[in-house]
């Protein structure tokens, strides 16, 4: 693993920021547990070495196969589920819908390399909330998007530009999320945008002098009308259309 110059913009956070190392101090004390699905064993067991130097994180365990995943997301329950982008010709996008389906709900982060973007969209669409890129994932930016997702965060570490060209190829195609954004009102695109940054009720009700409640019944209405079932969904779908698209 090698460091990676840092890509500037939204969707490309410095993971070192004060931030990000402050989410740290917001988390529960508890272990954060995880579970790496992967079918290259070289790379799993040198992740599992990693994040055992980490007292924060616990590896409770390893899948190799698609059963294995299935079974263990299960019988662990892990927070978080650290994942290739495909098992036995499956994708990642799939798995993360069939885990949706046994009622679990873990955080997803995919590691992938430069030429899978349309994979890593395809997991972002299904509820995959981080990712980062296999070649230059360094130890300290691994921990870094643990931590982000951990918290909440939407953390998407790596070259912008090749989930760029993925999704223009993809736009080839029609794609009718796009248009539920046209039903926004501006008062709820200000809130998705501070959705994709990661923010709580409570600092967005600071941000636009709003009550909880009202920033609550807002998030409501853009969830419903982008036809997503959480905030998490909602605001990765607009971090895939404000890739291409102003808000």
Known sequence: MKEQ??????????????????????????????????????????????????????????????????????????????????????????????IYEKHLDPYFVVVASHNDAADILEALRAGATGYGIREGLSADRLRGILWGVAAGEIVLSGPVTSLRTGLLEQEKKPLPEYAFFQDLTKREREVLVFLVEGMSNAEISHQLFLSEPTVKKIIGRITEKLQVSNRVQAAVLAARYMMTHKL
């Open 5 to 98: 110059e840092e890509v500037p913009g939204r969707l490309s956070p410095d993971l070192k920021s004060p931030v990000l190392m402050d989410l740290r101090h917001r988390i529960v004390s508890t272990p954060i547990q995880i579970m790496i699905a992967d079918e290259d064993k070289l790379f799993t067991e040198g992740i599992v070495a990693l994040i055992s130097q980490w007292s924060e994180f616990q590896m409770v365990a390893k899948a190799a196969t698609y059963d294995e995943v299935l079974r263990h997301a299960v019988a662990y329950s892990p927070s978080i589920i650290l994942m290739g982008v495909r098992m036995q010709s499956v994708r990642c996008s799939e798995i993360i819908h069939a």
